[in-house]
């Protein structure tokens, strides 16, 4: 077992990449080109309408910045600055209002470029759902004793996913009552608890820091994210690569409608975890016997 003890490391490298295509050369300027291009062909390359886009986008860009401006003015009490940009607002509105009735056509090309880029963003939101989205994963000190005590203990390595509220004592031992009751944790077994903060959903985080707090005894592996699913598949297969021990993470299924939990993990980075996290560990692990175990109960 010291063997095993010894090997936990504190950085991990290679637990997830950007995706596959953010690897190509400047990205977003190929979408971007791309969608110009068939809005150009859609509309046989018109010029006149695509200057009234060009149009409506700067007028409207134009309008946003002058009603920001306006607003700041007045939450500070600046009267002659409210009253300044306020009819800086007006007119730009009634400019931007008549140039759309003067050339419709600008609107509808404005219209396509954004739903073409709301589209493209859908898809690479959901094709990298399953992804590990990590470079590299780095222990802290306290979380690497976490780990060789639990391994120390019975020489497995037992955790149980949190979503966390309060952070409290009380908290965290009504969670592993709960869990031991509804999922077969070994009943000696030590656990420690796994909670992801998420960040921007939008993002790919370099290095996963996952660090360690004990809270009244009870020890909590914290790392901060962009989706709590990836972040959790990520740490349990550095996990069992760092110790060749197959850890076994504990969860509660979610509540509400699976469409519900489906928006929400592609916009804000959490919804039903479990069955995600089981999904990215069995793209990344090809062996079953190698998988992390994955329990949900409730």
């Not at 992804?131 to 149980?160: C, K, M, N, Q």
């Not at 980075?269 to 190698?290: F, L, Q, Y």
């Amino acid at each position: 077992m010291a063997g095993l003890i010894n090997i936990v490391p504190r950085y991990l490298p290679g637990y997830g990449m950007a995706p596959e295509w953010g690897h190509a050369v400047r990205p977003v300027v190929l979408v971007y080109t791309l969608v110009c291009v068939v809005l150009a062909i859609v509309f046989n390359a018109d010029v006149d309408a695509q200057a009234g886009a060009y149009a409506t986008g700067f007028l409207a860009m134009m309008v946003s910045g002058a009603f920001a401006v306006t607003v700041s003015a007045i939450r500070k009490r600046q009267r002659r600055a409210a009253v300044g940009f306020t009819v800086l607002t007006l007119v730009l509105l009634y400019a931007l209002v008549e140039n759309i009735r003067e050339k419709p056509d600008g609107i509808t090309i404005s219209a396509f470029f954004i739903v073409g880029i709301i589209a493209i963003s859908l898809v690479s939101r959901v094709s990298r759902t399953t992804e590990r989205r990590t470079d590299h994963i780095e222990f802290a000190p306290a979380a690497r004793r976490f780990v060789t005590d639990s391994l120390e203990y019975d020489g497995a390595l037992y955790l149980i996913a949190n979503c966390r509220q309060g952070g409290d004592a009380a908290e965290y031992a009504a969670k592993e009552a709960e869990q031991r009751g509804m999922t077969p944790v070994p009943g000696p077994a030590e656990v420690l608890f796994l909670e992801i903060d998420v960040i921007d959903p939008s993002d790919f985080s370099d290095v996963l820091r996952v660090r360690g707090i004990e809270v009244d005894g009870h020890r909590v592996l914290r790392a901060e994210g962009p989706a709590a699913p990836n972040a959790i598949a990520a740490i349990l297969l550095a996990l069992r690569d760092a110790t060749g021990v197959r850890p076994h993470c504990y969860f509660e299924w979610s509540e509400g409608s699976p469409l519900t939990h489906l928006l929400h993990y592609l916009l804000l980075g959490r919804g039903d975890t479990p069955p995600v996290v089981r999904k990215i560990i069995h793209r990344c692990e090809s062996d079953p016997a190698r998988r992390p175990g994955i329990h949900v109960g409730g």
